[in-house]
């Protein structure tokens, strides 16, 4: 890409540094000279995008990414199909979903699947940190997609901001402490309490499930930063300033505390007072 | 100059009659004091409320030093860093203070919430304690239905608090409760734009209910509860049939000293509850619900219990809209059925139970004795089936909750809420009314054989049989005690309670009758002397 910006830039150039009256010869090697570079330009960018013969039967992968193809071809294959093009009725295919995609599904244990059901289960995964990374390296390198990127994902977050976001955002479906919540037929958004940095931010970008793809242009990556400060520091590590939090669950587990401890206690308050007559 | 001796024992009595002489006070405080209340552990489940309700008033009032009742816009820059620099009303914004910031705020905040809960809770307690031992009939039915009406105040009383913190959980709510106004129709969009001064949320809501929650509401539940304690005084409490307790006396202990004590220090022990489960079980964190926005709704968005029925209501009833060709066209939404329509009918019902009963009955007699639920197959049916579509409704109305927690499909707890709410209260009444039967029957039987002793006895000829113990020493025609007549209340089915143990100790929640000062009556007849054990015993050495 670069090389044939220079070039077309260098061209511009010539053509504006150029006297006005030239004489025939030089038009027609200039106009020839033109000709070629447009043709080279065409060319060059067909060879660039156009898919290679070679790509499809046997694309480079690196290192990683050969790995990455082995574990998919024992774990992944079934499913998705040998090039992940996906299977009718069993997987779909992952060229795009990038490795954003990838360590979100994996890295929580969702897939592989244990069977076919409304949505997948976070389990304790079945590969490594390295496994994930490798795998993911295949699957970007298949047909390219969203990445989740290194370092803090934390980094300069405003807990308020990112307060404001997940009500707005997340909480319609993950509810107000992050405990999750029931969606239709059998489908649910989880808990996020087990989620770590990474997935959370994978799971924003790349939309597991049901749960709706919040890109960079509708939350930005400071804001992603935001709401997991918020989810990590607050929701979870909030210690509950009013005591026991009966699981988050709002109004129904304080409903059922008011009559198991609540009434049950008074009840037996009520017998020990009226047996002692 | 000589010193006057000081006798304290005469203090007391100087005392009150320098009172008495003043205020002449003597024979009515006399008769006050001397006052009987029949003793028995159901008859405090009302006192429950009662004192919840004082604590109510009294951790209430401490929460109006500090709570600001307007919606004003304010930035919020307390203690609570994820919501600082937030903007929020300035209800919220005192809220969080009185939770983060105010000395003992959020202890008072939570045991106010938790005794509304526990007042509520009390109210339906006491109230299946009133309908299943029929004390509601003549001549308490105007206190049954005060006792509605104090649920149904008692509801706004909660809601009204509820929507106060201006929080995103309680705007959800006063959200769905201006969506129920507007579905009543032709006067829906009046009322509600009469409430919220335009349209929803607007600007005054938090203030108008403020002045309702602290003052409007609870001198209505003060008056109704006054009147309903009044009237308990008035008519005398119920009493179960028992030794000595006839329709026409009252059985128990003195208002002084002995009842007021044990009330007083039944109030102890509510306070305590209530405390201990404001200290120590966090109740409505407003500061993870944020400040109220339109747009921001959480999922298992539930009201406080005594509502959840309503919106259990709201879920299961299907999209059904009923449109009415008139002019343009007019729509009633479906909201209006389980949300107007359905609590209606409920406290027509519910208020007017005891006059149904009685013409169904045509019972029209004064009734002070209180009746065993099991004496009673019908009403206890009744209620049985009431609480079963009651539960149903409440469940429902957390659905989302326990599909997602229990994995179950959300659906399948809509549809199972819907054919529950139809086939479960019939079962529930069948059920009941069979058990009743078998209740009722079993006392008849111990009555006209004895208890059963678990003494397996062989006869000369090969049978086995179980020596029952008599309950009476008497003889009948036959050689057999004759059969016992029931008298409505708890016939002894245990040898331990005829005092087969020999003398008891004193029970920790139950007095443990000691046999040789058993009353005399044909509910507990008179006990013989323990015969000395034989050696047909099994054996075993029995607790």
Not at chain 1, 34 to 54: C, E
Not at chain 2, 11 to 39: E, G, W
Not at chain 2, 462 to 477: D, I, K, N, W
Request: proline fraction near 7%.
């Amino acid at each position: 890409m670069t090389s044939d910006n220079d070039r077309r830039r260098g061209l511009l150039a010539r053509l504006r540094g150029r006297p006005v009256a030239r004489s025939r010869g030089r038009r027609r090697l200039g106009a020839a000279v033109r000709l070629f570079a447009a043709l080279m330009l065409a060319g060059g960018a067909y060879t660039v995008f156009a898919p290679g013969v070679q790509a499809q039967d046997n694309p480079p992968l690196t290192a990683a990414g050969n790995e990455g193809k082995a574990l998919f071809d024992v774990s992944c294959v079934t499913c998705h199909g040998r090039n992940a093009q996906g299977v009718e009725g069993r997987g779909p295919s992952l060229i795009g979903v990038g490795s954003a995609s990838v360590e979100f599904q994996v890295s929580s244990g969702r897939m592989p699947m244990a069977r076919q059901e409304a949505q997948a289960m976070r389990k304790p995964p079945q590969f490594t940190d390295e496994q994930v990374r490798q795998l993911g390296q295949y699957i970007q390198e298949l047909g390219g997609g969203p990445e989740v990127p290194n370092g803090d994902l934390r980094e300069g977050a405003n807990l308020a901001t990112g307060g404001e976001l997940f009500r707005i955002n997340c909480s319609q479906c993950h509810a107000f402490g992050g405990g999750g919540g029931a969606l239709s037929s059998g489908k649910y958004a989880p808990s996020l309490a087990p989620a770590s940095d990474r997935q959370i931010y994978a799971a924003m970008l790349s939309g597991p499930q049901n749960m709706p793809v919040f890109g960079d242009n509708q939350i930005t990556p400071q804001e992603k930063a935001d709401i997991i400060a918020y989810i990590q520091d607050t929701l979870k590590n909030d210690g509950d300033p009013g005591g026991f939090n009966l699981g988050r669950y709002g109004p129904s587990t304080e409903g059922i505390a008011i009559f198991l401890v609540g009434i049950v206690a008074l009840v037996f308050a009520s017998l020990w007072i009226a047996g002692k007559s | 100059m000589k010193r006057r001796k000081f006798d304290a024992a005469a203090l007391p009595a100087k005392s009150a009659r320098a009172v008495d002489d003043r205020f002449q006070v003597a024979t009515p405080l006399r008769k006050l004091l001397n006052k009987v209340f029949p003793d028995h552990w159901s008859f405090l489940l009302g006192e429950i409320a009662l004192f919840s309700f004082i604590v109510l008033l009294l951790t209430g009032v401490f929460l109006t030093f500090f709570f600001e009742p307007t919606m004003t816009e304010v930035i919020y820059n307390g203690s609570y860093a994820p919501l600082r620099g937030t903007p929020m009303s300035a209800a919220y914004a005192s809220s969080l203070d009185i939770s983060f910031d105010v000395r003992g705020g959020l202890i008072m905040r939570q045991m106010h919430h938790w005794a509304a809960l526990l007042f509520m809770a009390a109210i339906v307690v006491h109230m299946l304690r009133v309908f299943f031992t029929g004390a509601f009939r003549k001549p308490r039915e105007t206190n049954w239905i005060i006792g509605s009406l104090l649920f149904w105040v008692g509801f706004l009383a909660g809601f009204t608090g509820y929507s106060l913190p201006d929080d995103g959980l309680s705007g959800t709510g006063l959200r769905i409760a201006s969506a129920i106004i507007l579905s009543i129709p032709v006067i829906g969009s009046w009322v509600s734009s009469s409430i919220f001064g335009g349209e929803f949320p607007g600007t005054i809501i938090i203030s108008r209910f403020f002045i309702a929650h602290v003052l409007l509401v609870p001198g209505l539940l003060v008056a109704l509860i006054s009147v309903h304690l009044g009237l308990v005084f008035k008519q005398k409490h119920t009493q179960w049939p028992g030794p000595g307790r006839t329709n026409s006396n009252v059985v128990g202990e003195r208002m002084f000293p002995r009842y007021a004590l044990k009330q007083g220090g039944f109030f102890m022990v509510v306070f305590g509850v209530i405390a201990l489960m404001g200290g120590l079980f966090q109740i409505n964190p407003i500061w993870l619900f944020g400040p109220y926005e339109a747009w921001v709704v959480s999922a298992a968005s539930q009201p406080d219990w005594y509502v959840m029925f309503l919106d259990g209501s709201t879920r299961l009833m299907p999209g059904w809209e009923i449109h009415i060709p008139i002019g343009n066209g007019y729509v009633i939404p479906p909201l209006f059925w389980p949300t107007v329509v359905l609590p209606g009918i409920l406290v027509g019902l519910s208020t007017m139970y005891p006059f149904l009963e009685a013409r169904r009955l045509k019972d029209y007699k004064h009734h002070n004795l209180l009746q065993r639920p099991r004496d009673v197959p019908a009403r206890t049916a009744v209620g049985a089936m009431a609480l079963a579509f009651y539960i149903v409704l409440t469940l429902s109305g957390a659905n989302d909750v326990i599909a997602d927690k229990f994995h179950i499909s959300l659906n399948a707890m809509t549809w199972a809420g819907r054919i529950g709410l139809l086939i479960l209260p019939p079962i529930a009444y069948y059920i009941t009314y069979r058990i009743c039967l078998g209740l009722q029957q079993h006392d008849r039987e111990v009555l006209a054989h004895g208890v059963e002793t678990g003494i397996i006895k062989r006869l000369p000829d090969g049978r086995f049989v179980e020596v029952h113990q008599p309950l009476t020493s008497a003889e009948g025609h036959d050689g057999h005690p004759p059969a016992l007549d029931y008298v409505g209340w708890v016939v002894p089915k245990k040898m331990n309670r005829l005092g087969a143990l020999g003398p008891a100790i004193r029970g920790f929640f139950y007095p443990i009758e000691k046999p040789a000062e058993a009353p005399v009556s044909p509910g507990h007849p008179p006990v013989e002397d323990r015969p000395e054990r034989e050696e047909i015993g099994s054996g075993e050495s029995r607790r």
